[in-house]
Protein backbone atom coordinates (compact mmCIF):
# COMPACT_ATOMS: atom_id res chain seq x y z
CA UNK A 1 0.00 0.00 0.00
CA UNK A 2 0.91 3.19 -0.96
CA UNK A 3 1.73 6.22 1.53
CA UNK A 4 -0.79 7.72 0.47
CA UNK A 5 -3.83 5.33 0.30
CA UNK A 6 -5.40 5.23 4.17
CA UNK A 7 -6.78 1.70 4.64
CA UNK A 8 -10.36 0.78 3.99
CA UNK A 9 -12.47 0.43 7.06
CA UNK A 10 -14.24 -2.37 8.00
CA UNK A 11 -16.69 -0.72 9.34
CA UNK A 12 -18.79 2.78 9.00
CA UNK A 13 -21.74 4.82 10.20
CA UNK A 14 -24.27 3.58 7.44
CA UNK A 15 -23.78 0.46 8.40
CA UNK A 16 -25.31 0.93 11.51
CA UNK A 17 -28.29 2.56 10.28
CA UNK A 18 -29.88 -1.15 10.21
CA UNK A 19 -29.70 -1.60 13.80
CA UNK A 20 -31.88 1.77 13.87
CA UNK A 21 -34.27 0.31 11.38
CA UNK A 22 -34.60 -3.42 13.07
CA UNK A 23 -35.50 -1.57 16.31
CA UNK A 24 -37.99 1.18 14.97
CA UNK A 25 -39.54 -1.15 12.30
CA UNK A 26 -39.87 -4.44 15.13
CA UNK A 27 -41.40 -1.97 17.65
CA UNK A 28 -43.71 -0.67 14.97
CA UNK A 29 -44.42 -4.07 13.66
CA UNK A 30 -45.49 -5.52 17.34
CA UNK A 31 -47.32 -2.79 18.31
CA UNK A 32 -49.38 -3.20 14.90
CA UNK A 33 -49.88 -6.42 15.45
CA UNK A 34 -51.17 -6.34 18.61
CA UNK A 35 -53.82 -3.68 17.55
CA UNK A 36 -55.42 -6.60 15.00
CA UNK A 37 -54.96 -9.41 17.75
CA UNK A 38 -56.35 -6.91 19.97
CA UNK A 39 -58.69 -4.38 19.00
CA UNK A 40 -60.66 -3.46 21.78
CA UNK A 41 -57.88 -2.27 24.34
CA UNK A 42 -55.06 -1.33 21.58
CA UNK A 43 -57.16 -0.14 18.45
CA UNK A 44 -61.05 1.31 18.44
CA UNK A 45 -61.56 0.83 21.99
CA UNK A 46 -58.66 2.56 23.16
CA UNK A 47 -58.64 5.24 20.91
CA UNK A 48 -62.06 5.81 22.01
CA UNK A 49 -61.37 6.10 25.08
CA UNK A 50 -58.58 8.79 24.29
CA UNK A 51 -61.12 10.62 22.18
CA UNK A 52 -59.70 10.07 18.70
CA UNK A 53 -62.84 10.24 16.25
CA UNK A 54 -63.62 7.36 13.88
CA UNK A 55 -61.75 4.86 15.86
CA UNK A 56 -63.27 2.06 13.97
CA UNK A 57 -61.60 3.55 11.24
CA UNK A 58 -59.01 4.49 12.65
CA UNK A 59 -57.78 1.35 14.71
CA UNK A 60 -57.06 -0.33 12.10
CA UNK A 61 -55.68 2.32 9.73
CA UNK A 62 -53.35 2.67 12.00
CA UNK A 63 -52.44 -0.84 12.40
CA UNK A 64 -51.85 -1.65 8.55
CA UNK A 65 -49.25 1.95 9.25
CA UNK A 66 -47.36 0.27 11.77
CA UNK A 67 -47.46 -3.11 10.05
CA UNK A 68 -46.47 -1.89 6.89
CA UNK A 69 -44.63 0.73 7.73
CA UNK A 70 -42.68 -1.45 10.35
CA UNK A 71 -42.45 -4.08 8.38
CA UNK A 72 -40.94 -1.90 5.23
CA UNK A 73 -38.53 -0.08 8.19
CA UNK A 74 -37.07 -3.65 8.61
CA UNK A 75 -36.09 -4.60 4.98
CA UNK A 76 -34.88 -0.87 4.09
CA UNK A 77 -37.70 -0.50 1.46
CA UNK A 78 -38.93 2.90 0.64
CA UNK A 79 -37.83 3.71 3.58
CA UNK A 80 -37.83 7.47 3.97
CA UNK A 81 -41.89 6.99 3.22
CA UNK A 82 -42.09 4.59 5.14
CA UNK A 83 -40.15 6.66 8.08
CA UNK A 84 -42.35 9.35 7.40
CA UNK A 85 -45.83 7.74 7.78
CA UNK A 86 -44.48 6.43 11.00
CA UNK A 87 -42.98 9.96 12.28
CA UNK A 88 -46.87 11.16 12.20
CA UNK A 89 -48.47 8.27 13.42
CA UNK A 90 -45.86 8.52 16.12
CA UNK A 91 -46.53 12.61 16.41
CA UNK A 92 -50.54 11.95 16.60
CA UNK A 93 -49.65 9.30 19.34
CA UNK A 94 -47.87 11.65 21.47
CA UNK A 95 -50.16 15.02 20.82
CA UNK A 96 -53.03 12.93 22.28
CA UNK A 97 -52.06 10.93 25.08
CA UNK A 98 -48.63 12.48 26.57
CA UNK A 99 -49.80 16.14 25.83
CA UNK A 100 -53.06 15.50 28.53
CA UNK A 101 -50.30 14.13 30.97
CA UNK A 102 -48.13 17.25 30.79
CA UNK A 103 -50.84 19.86 31.39
CA UNK A 104 -52.53 16.92 33.58
CA UNK A 105 -56.07 17.50 32.06
CA UNK A 106 -57.80 16.36 29.05
CA UNK A 107 -57.89 18.99 26.04
CA UNK A 108 -59.44 19.31 22.61
CA UNK A 109 -61.39 16.29 23.56
CA UNK A 110 -58.27 13.93 24.32
CA UNK A 111 -58.85 12.07 27.92
CA UNK A 112 -56.04 12.30 30.35
CA UNK A 113 -55.32 8.76 31.65
CA UNK A 114 -54.97 8.15 34.69
CA UNK A 115 -52.11 8.05 36.39
CA UNK A 116 -50.07 8.59 40.06
CA UNK A 117 -48.89 12.43 38.97
CA UNK A 118 -49.02 14.62 35.90
CA UNK A 119 -46.51 17.03 35.03
CA UNK A 120 -43.25 17.18 33.20
CA UNK A 121 -41.53 14.01 34.43
CA UNK A 122 -44.39 11.87 34.60
CA UNK A 123 -45.06 12.65 30.63
CA UNK A 124 -41.41 12.17 29.89
CA UNK A 125 -41.75 8.61 31.84
CA UNK A 126 -45.08 7.91 30.04
CA UNK A 127 -43.76 9.04 26.39
CA UNK A 128 -40.23 7.33 26.79
CA UNK A 129 -40.70 4.72 23.88
CA UNK A 130 -42.63 7.31 21.61
CA UNK A 131 -39.76 9.73 22.24
CA UNK A 132 -37.16 6.68 21.16
CA UNK A 133 -39.21 5.92 18.35
CA UNK A 134 -39.60 9.32 17.19
CA UNK A 135 -35.96 10.03 17.42
CA UNK A 136 -35.13 7.00 15.55
CA UNK A 137 -37.46 7.84 12.64
CA UNK A 138 -35.96 11.56 12.36
CA UNK A 139 -32.51 9.63 12.29
CA UNK A 140 -33.86 7.52 9.23
CA UNK A 141 -35.19 10.60 7.64
CA UNK A 142 -32.22 12.74 8.06
CA UNK A 143 -29.83 9.79 7.31
CA UNK A 144 -31.46 7.10 5.41
CA UNK A 145 -31.71 3.68 5.63
CA UNK A 146 -27.70 2.95 5.21
CA UNK A 147 -26.04 0.26 2.83
CA UNK A 148 -27.50 -2.39 4.12
CA UNK A 149 -31.14 -2.27 2.78
CA UNK A 150 -33.13 -2.66 0.06
CA UNK A 151 -33.22 0.78 -0.76
CA UNK A 152 -29.89 0.78 -1.37
CA UNK A 153 -29.37 -2.69 -3.70
CA UNK A 154 -32.02 -1.04 -5.95
CA UNK A 155 -30.22 2.13 -6.10
CA UNK A 156 -27.05 0.11 -7.00
CA UNK A 157 -29.04 -2.08 -9.55
CA UNK A 158 -29.97 0.56 -11.58
CA UNK A 159 -27.16 2.40 -11.10
Same mark, same amino acid.
Given at each position: ?? *? ?8 ? &? !?? *????? @????? &? ?13 ? !?? *? ?10 ? $???? /? ?9 ? /? ?5 ? +? ?25 ? &?? %? ?20 ? @?????? #?? &? +???? +?? *? %? $??? #????? @? @? ?5
Amino acid at each position: MK *ASQSPTPIST &G !AN *ANVLI @RLVVG &GVFLNEGILKFLDPA !AN *AAGRFAAIGIPH $PDFF /GPFVAVVEVLG /GLLVILG +LLTRLSALALFINISVAIFTTKIPVLL &GH %GYLGFSLMKLKSYGLLSMVHEA @RTDFSM #WF &G +LLFL +LV *A %G $PGC #WSLDA @R @RKAGSA
